[in-house]
């Protein structure tokens, strides 16, 4: 809600707020001298049930409708308005909502009083109490009731729309339903207690009151058990996602974007502990935005994820008031609420999940416990995932040059043939030799040829991005695989390589000598063969780029690249 649609609605409440209770003390009728004390047990009966609401989708319904509609009856509108007024401050003031939300809830419910009451004697209906075996009139009574139904949808559909901008709010949904389903409940039991009371008086108060608490507390409660049985099987449902999961990045965005559909998120951030001596952001989201980020690290017992750390407690913050002294900067002015959970496995504190909102008292008990088994769910996936990814790391990577081994470009070269087979797109080889580097080694040592391998595989790699994958073959020879590149191209990238490696000067150590820094030229022998014209499966072309590496290359003299001729 914008800061002045905030401003008109506490300028009309406090213009509308005197003229109700001048007409109240001015037009109260009846007369209401013998009658206070039977109003205190009412309000506090109403207070009672208001603060225990049911939430259906956003909405909360409470069984006040049924003791309003009694009050209503016995001492007319005023009476009734100014009860209802007084139940609406006082439980919006004991859930802690912002002052302006009790603006809109005062207008709101002034306006369905009024609207109902209107219908009511429109359609003849009298108040009063009843005598002896007298009954209200039912169809004004049932006009009440469906008028305060629906005039409270319809408002409280455009305060959303129009106050709140909620684009998915619709008018009728199966929240409507089930208010007209209560109401239907309600609706006798209202009767009944302004039945009661006419003919027993204060009495009836208790007679009424203390099965409406009952019901409220049950409805209350099982409604609750409902929201939790969700939640867990939502939760459940992620948790079986995470374990499927076995890549890093794939599992941080599975959590993040099924926790944002499931709770009221404008950011969140995970953070994973580094060298057990700082909290480091790994991921964050804002606004329909998931992406990786370098903020500042934290240290333990540091703003409010390093003091779920030092403590191995989550928190939960309802207001910007709460946690804005622990707060080190992360969280936009404009957050409220926060809940901030541990990640623990094997006992042991291993990162921290911080998730907030823009919307005050957004995540309860309930919200903190799901969230606290997800962290966990998270951390155990997250090693697991860690795990899968070094291991296929070593099985696909050279430990010494960090390229991909020889097993991965060879699978990688069948998989390159069988879509050739359905997508009929030519690709080609590159297999490259260093020139004279057993001279390398016998002058320089092994390390130092170690560490010209190391520098030719970067080398490649910067020159070749992704256009292709770069591969160790084994010993000084590197192999190449450029998909959808035909011959005449792959043949001008081969070239470039090997100008490119000509004039690089490489630096490596003299292990052999006087152990400084030396710079030294190298050249490459080159061999190219294009598929399917120079080889029709895989083991022929790599055969045939060595025959044009080893005959057109390295026997014409090295530093050159040459093409397989059949």
């Known amino acids: 809600?914008?800061?002045?649609?905030?401003?008109?609605?506490?300028?009309?409440?406090?213009?509308?707020?005197?003229?109700?209770?001048?007409?109240?003390?001015?037009?109260?009728?009846?007369?209401?001298?013998?009658?206070?004390?039977?109003?205190?047990?009412?309000?506090?009966?109403?207070?009672?049930?208001?603060?225990?609401?049911?939430?259906?989708?956003?909405?909360?319904?409470?069984?006040?409708?049924?003791?309003?509609l009694a009050i209503f009856l016995q001492f007319g509108l005023l009476v009734e308005l100014i009860m209802v007024q007084i139940t609406?401050?006082?439980?919006?003031?004991?859930?802690?909502?912002?002052?302006?939300?009790?603006?809109?809830?005062s207008l709101m419910f002034m306006i369905v009083s009024a609207a109902s009451a209107l219908v009511y004697y429109l359609l003849g209906g009298e108040i009063g109490g009843l005598g002896m075996n007298e009954y209200p009139p039912i169809i004004p009574v049932i006009g009440y009731s469906l008028t305060a139904l629906i005039t409270n949808h319809l408002v409280l559909?455009?305060?959303?729309?129009?106050?709140?901008?909620?684009?998915?709010?619709?008018?009728?949904?199966?929240?409507?339903?089930?208010?007209?389903?209560m109401e239907s409940i309600i609706l006798p039991v209202g009767i009944t207690f302004y039945i009661l009371y006419s003919q027993l008086?204060?009495?009836?108060?208790?007679?009424?009151?203390?099965?409406?608490?009952?019901?409220?507390?049950?409805?209350?409660m099982y409604h609750s058990s409902q929201k939790i049985n969700h939640l867990l099987k939502f939760t459940n449902k992620i948790g079986q996602e995470l374990t499927e999961s076995l890549l890093v990045d794939e599992t941080l965005?599975?959590?993040?974007?099924?926790i944002t559909k499931m709770l009221k998120v404008d950011y969140a951030y995970i953070l994973d502990i580094e060298d057990q001596t700082q909290l480091t952001v790994i991921r964050k989201y804002e606004s329909d935005r998931?992406?990786?980020?370098?903020?500042?690290?934290?240290?333990?017992?540091?703003?409010?994820?390093?003091?779920?750390?030092e403590s191995g407690q989550s928190l939960r913050f309802e207001g910007r008031h709460q946690w804005r002294k622990y707060s080190k900067g992360f969280l936009p002015i404009t957050v409220q609420s926060v809940v901030s959970v541990p990640m623990i496995r094997n006992h042991e504190v291993v990162g921290v999940i911080t998730f907030a909102s823009n919307q005050k008292k957004a995540y309860d008990k309930p919200h903190l416990m799901i969230l606290e088994i997800l962290s966990n769910y998270l951390a155990v996936a997250l090693d697991k995932a860690k795990n899968y990814e070094a291991t296929k790391q070593r099985s696909e990577r050279c430990h010494l040059t960090n390229l991909y081994n020889y097993r991965y470009f060879e699978d990688r070269l069948y998989d390159m043939y069988k879509q050739y087979d359905v997508f009929q797109n030519t690709f080609s080889l590159i297999l490259l030799d260093i020139d004279h580097f057993k001279r390398v080694n016998d002058t320089f040592g092994h390390q130092s040829g170690n560490e010209v391998l190391c520098q030719v595989a970067d080398r490649l790699v910067e020159s070749i991005g992704d256009q292709g994958t770069v591969a160790r073959y084994g010993g000084e020879e590197f192999v190449i695989l450029l998909p959808e590149t035909n011959h005449d191209y792959c043949m001008q990238i081969a070239e470039l390589l090997r100008e490119n490696i000509s004039q690089t000067t490489f630096s490596i150590s003299n292990d052999l000598g006087d152990f400084h820094k030396k710079k030294i030229y190298l050249t490459v022998s080159i061999g190219v063969a294009t598929a399917p014209e120079q080889g029709e499966d895989p083991l022929t072309l790599i055969r045939n780029a060595d025959r044009a590496m080893y005959t057109g290359a390295k026997q014409q003299g090295r530093n050159k690249v040459a093409s397989y001729i059949g």
């Open 1 to 68: 809600m914008t800061k002045s649609a905030k401003h008109w609605i506490s300028v009309v409440c406090l213009l509308t707020w005197p003229m109700i209770l001048w007409a109240f003390f001015t037009f109260s009728v009846p007369s209401l001298e013998n009658y206070w004390l039977d109003l205190v047990g009412m309000l506090i009966l109403m207070i009672t049930v208001s603060l225990f609401p049911i939430q259906v989708r956003g909405t909360n319904i409470s069984l006040i409708q049924g003791i309003s």
């Open 88 to 105: 609406i401050l006082s439980s919006l003031w004991y859930l802690k909502y912002p002052l302006y939300r009790y603006g809109t809830s």
């Open 157 to 181: 559909h455009l305060i959303r729309k129009n106050l709140y901008k909620e684009t998915s709010n619709t008018l009728f949904d199966k929240g409507f339903l089930w208010e007209l389903l």
């Open 201 to 220: 008086g204060t009495s009836a108060i208790l007679f009424v009151g203390v099965p409406f608490v009952i019901i409220s507390l049950i409805v209350n």
């Open 253 to 258: 965005d599975i959590y993040l974007n099924r």
């Open 290 to 309: 998931t992406y990786n980020v370098n903020l500042p690290f934290l240290f333990k017992g540091e703003g409010i994820s390093g003091k779920v750390w």
